[in-house]
């Protein structure tokens, strides 16, 4: 099991709740944020940045330099702004990578071509059972492919949403999963693994938009929390709040949430017990 004692806590991590409680639909469900909580700095910054220096790199279209390191010098500033070190990155890699080696968030930046928003770079570490490489150069809605009812409750909001997204606005939004696996980097094709019900893991992605200065881009960060049910446990309502959402799974959608779903029966059952 990980060392989550030095990590951020629930509450310290999320805005609001990640869970929506009334009858199940993918949902918006953005909240602005304000500057300060663009990103997140915890005591596992050294852990998480060492292990992104393992992680692939290398995804980006050809012309996505220019934004990336605007983006890159919005990242800077943030740090250096909040006397996090931010110098440990070599000139040689591709702006959105440099971006991605000083976060603990993953790094994705979004640009209109054609009228769409197009993935043109990432720097995409710990990814949530997807394959990054596979969706480099998608526009959103076609990234979304996957996802059971996103054409009825989503689509084209979120692309409506981007178009737009003030210059001053940043935004913080969350999905979250159960799994059995520790990793930070969770790619698709797997087995799911049983576990013992308090070492189950909430993944929460937490996931903010803005617009970078001084250019037509988006960029989507997405940091990954995880707290074991010991954890989640000793918080009633957002334990409360968790049993609700596992019940309101529809069929439709359990086969993409499919380890969520193998394990949401002894989750509750776990919950409910220590509650
Ligand atoms: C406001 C904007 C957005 C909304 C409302 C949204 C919504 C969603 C939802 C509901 C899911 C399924 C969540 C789950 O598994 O529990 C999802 C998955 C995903 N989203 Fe988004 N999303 C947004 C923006 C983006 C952007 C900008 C990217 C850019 C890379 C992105 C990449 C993905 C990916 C890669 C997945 C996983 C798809 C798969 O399983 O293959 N999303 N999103």
């Known amino acids: 099991m990980f060392d989550y004692q030095n990590r951020m806590k629930p509450r310290e991590a999320l805005e609001v709740s990640p869970f929506n409680t009334g009858t199940f639909e993918w949902r918006m469900n953005t909240r602005s944020i304000d500057e300060n909580s663009w990103l997140q ?7 998480d940045l060492l292990l992104k220096r393992s992680a692939p790199q290398g995804l980006h279209l050809a012309g996505s330099e220019e ?8 990242v800077t500033n943030w740090l250096e702004n909040r006397g996090v070190p931010s110098i440990n990155n070599a000139d040689v890699m591709h702006p959105i990578d440099r971006c991605g080696q000083l976060t603990q968030e993953d790094v994705c930046l979004m ?13 995409v570490s710990f990814p949530t ?3 990054p490489r596979l969706k480099l150069g998608l526009p959103l809605d076609q990234i979304h ?6 054409e009825a409750d989503l689509r084209p909001r979120p692309a ?14 969350t999905g979250w999963t159960l799994t059995s696996s520790d990793s930070l980097r969770l790619m698709p094709y797997y087995r799911i693994e049983k576990c ?12 903010t938009l ?14 990954i929390h995880r707290w074991p049910l010991e954890i989640i446990g000793k918080d009633t309502d957002l334990s409360n709040d968790l049993i609700r959402a596992l019940e309101m799974i529809p069929d439709e959608v359990s086969e993409y949430k499919k380890e969520t779903v193998a394990l949401s029966k002894s989750a509750q059952q776990y919950l409910l017990e220590v509650l």
């Open 196 to 207: 013992a019900p308090d070492e189950i893991i909430l993944r929460i992605e937490r996931q």
């Open 67 to 74: 934004s990336s390191q605007k983006l890159l010098n919005l």
């Open 160 to 173: 409506n949403f981007m178009n737009r997204m003030p210059k001053d606005k940043i935004v913080s939004r």
């Open 41 to 47: 700095v915890d005591a596992a910054r050294e852990d």
């Open 210 to 223: 803005r617009r970078i200065p001084e250019s037509e881009a988006i960029a989507f960060t997405i940091r």
């Open 145 to 150: 492919d996957p996802v059971p009812r996103y």
């Open 129 to 131: 059972r997807w394959d």
């Open 111 to 123: 640009e209109q071509i054609d009228g769409l928003w197009v993935f043109t770079a990432g720097s």
